[in-house]
C-alpha cells in the first residue's frame, strides 16, 4: 500500500491542478493547426492575401467592402 502522505499530495495536486493534461489528439490538432496558416499563406497570391484580409477587416468592424 502507498503512503497515505504521498497519496494525500497527489490528490491535493490533481484537484488544484489548473490545467488538465492534454490527451494526445489535442496535441496533435493542436500541432497541425500551427501549420496550417503558414501552409495556406504561402499557397496564396498577395492579390487573395490582400481580398481575404479585406473581408475579415469588414466582418471585424462592420464596415462594407465597396470594391478596393
Not at 38 to 55: C, D, F, G, P, V
Request: glycine share 10%; aromatic share 2%.
Amino acid at each position: 500500500m502507498a503512503d497515505l502522505n504521498q497519496l494525500a499530495a497527489r490528490l491535493v495536486q490533481q484537484a488544484t491542478d489548473p490545467e488538465p493534461p492534454e490527451s494526445s489528439a489535442q496535441a496533435s490538432g493542436r500541432k497541425g493547426g500551427l501549420k496550417g496558416g503558414k501552409a495556406r499563406a504561402a499557397k496564396l497570391s498577395a492579390e487573395q492575401r490582400a481580398e481575404i484580409a479585406k473581408k475579415a477587416a469588414s466582418a471585424r468592424w462592420g464596415k462594407p467592402l465597396n470594391g478596393r
